[in-house]
Nanobody, 122 residues
Framework: QVQLVESGGGLVQAGGSLNLSCAAS????????MGWFRQAPGKEREFAAGISWSGVSTYYEDSVKGRFTISRDNAKNTVYLRMNSLTPEDTAVYYC???????????????WGQGTQVTVSS
């Protein structure tokens, strides 16, 4: 059974930082792009960041550019999201996802984690 398990969410004050992790099990994602999505209350889920299978290419949604950093450790089958300078607008459930493709696209994610809550207080 394929599982993606996120961790590292929580409550942080505005301006603070959090590190999210996503550990995969049941299959390797070393040949697949990975992504982080987020869903704020009352809003649709949106793409936040993506990373290619090799880690060479990364992509970010405009509002998180320069503040979030996605990375991966293929030896550990794990992807990370470092979030700095957090604002209340970043409050959302953050989901890790595994793509069917090697390069980053905004769709085609077949595997999803259960999500981790990130709450940023003002």
């Amino acid at each position: 059974q394929v599982q993606l398990v996120e961790s590292g969410g929580g409550l942080v004050q505005a301006g603070g930082s959090l590190n999210l992790s996503c550990a995969a099990s049941g299959r390797t994602f070393n040949s697949n792009a990975m992504g982080w999505f987020r869903q704020a209350p009352g809003k649709e889920r949106e793409f936040a960041a993506g990373i290619s299978w090799s880690g060479v290419s990364t992509y970010y949604e405009d509002s998180v550019k320069g503040r979030f950093t996605i990375s991966r450790d293929n030896a550990k089958n794990t992807v990370y999201l470092r979030m700095n300078s957090l604002t209340p607008e970043d409050t959302a459930v953050y989901y890790c996802a595994g793509s069917r493709f090697r390069t980053v696209v905004f769709s085609g994610y077949d595997y999803w984690g259960q999500g981790t809550q990130v709450t940023v207080s003002s």
